[in-house]
């Protein structure tokens, strides 16, 4: 929380003046049941009328400027908590872009959400408390047993025996909840992830007739956070009623007491109403204070979910001195060397990969299901670190380049067809804004896409709705390879992108593609159709790189890759 401090830092001024504004209004709210007392015991006492009206209207005046007060202090409060979320929220979005697949694999999609979000209100919540009420509770409290003190330094004995009391009931109270508001925060995560699974999922949900398994998954996570919330509530509500039978126990005692003193003429009338006021504005005072102590428990919890997303490392960041490598003849584009990768999650992905490249090569990726290849190819613009060996761009370490140099040597076709709000144009300028009309036709020949975007009535400015939703599977498919073409980047890796596209389309696509010139190809694919003709074939299996080499010499050599083909081909296909 002391390292969120900062946040407050350009606020100076409201943090400051706006705690005195609220104590201004308190000494003020502490000043009138001793006026009160005076209107009892002179006015009305007396029959005193002009008295009255006069310090009746000190009364409202005080009440006026308090309210004064109260409203700049709240505005203060607001400007300085709304200010604190955004900047806080600019820099977690700011740092959430700057992790490494790494890290977001670990943290995951729903509690960056959540932290993004509900922990930043959080903190939003405490900074306006801070402002509002830190000082003003206590104060108030204090104040009070002062004022009682001056009135009566016997009966404000009674206040100093319920203070403790309430006090201690306090404690109790949240000694018993405060735990629970820290897991009621991670409970938030899971109804997170499970309503976002959700909604991403709606149409395989309904397709395969699981509304009623997931309804009860979303009923068990969010019937599980209003147990807690519940279990929390139950405790929390004993509060007010224990506290108020304190006080009206102290009420009862200041009467009593007070009872005798006014016979005695000790004490006025007056006073003994002031002193039930007292009482009660310190019993308000002390809700007030176990209140704050919640509100800064959860804010406490909040603050150390945003700081360790604020905290956390990029692993993949550039080194000193990176450099753009001087081109050398005859060296590989690509190469891998003794390179073994695993996620987060513990085993290996990929062992003992070594491969090379030359500039222009095609190079088609097969494998089973979970052999590795989404995960080799995403070692090539460094979304991840490899474990152990190099891979190499350029007969340079990736881990030397200059990011942005690097990642701009790609044209990614990514196994997920994501496009963004907006217009076909805007999402084909994304790696080349400058690029001309021209160039972004000729990305949507090559990715079969034009037909289909010229016989849009708005052509490339024809919109785009939120994850390209009113475009077909292939249409999407299409216009992501199309993004990655604009700019003809040295290295377009294609990860099993064109699933969605009709055999004949696949095939115009292949085609158009090995007449690029310059750029090197990784096609990756479960379909030997999409990489027989490559320049060099990589089979991997289960992590391993199974075998290398072209259709025909792998068909000789591999055993795996043959039973891939044959498993899609016939034979004479094969022997093509
Ligand atoms: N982000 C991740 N975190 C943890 N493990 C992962 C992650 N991505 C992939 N894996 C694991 O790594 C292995 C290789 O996955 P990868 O996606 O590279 O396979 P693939 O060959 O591309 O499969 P497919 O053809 O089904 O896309 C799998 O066992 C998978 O469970």
Redesign the pocket.
Known sequence: MKKLLRYLKPFKKQVILGPLFKLTEAIFELLVPTLMAHIIDRGVGRSDLPYVWKMGALIVGLGVVGLGCALTCQYFAARTSQGVGTLLRQDMFKKIGQLS?REL?QFGTATLITRVTSDVNQLQVAVAMLIRLVVRAPFLVIGATVMAMTIDLKMSLIFLAAIPLIGLTLYVVMKKTVPFYRTIQKKLDRIGTVSRENLEGVRVIRAFSRQEQEKARFDDASGDLAGTSVRVGRVSALLNPLTSIIMNFGIIAILYFGGYQVNSGALSQGQIIALVNYMTQILLALVVVANLVVIFTKASASATRVSEVLETVPSIAQQPGAAVPAPTAGCPKVQLRDVDFR???GEN?LTDISFAVQPGQTVGII??????????VNLLPRFYDAVAGTVEIDGQDVRQWPLDALRAQFGLVP?QARLFTGTIRENLLWQVPDATDEQLWRALDIAQASEFVQKLPQGLDAPVQQGGKNLSGGQRQRLTIARALVGMPPILILD?SASALDFATDAALRAALARIEGSTVFI?S?RVSAIKNADLVLV?DD?QLVGSGTHHQLMDSCQVYREICLSQLSEEEAAQ
């Open positions: 697949h694999d996620y987060f999650t992905a494998g089973g299901t979970g052999a590795g290849k989404s995960t080799l196994q099993d990756v479960q991997l992590g």
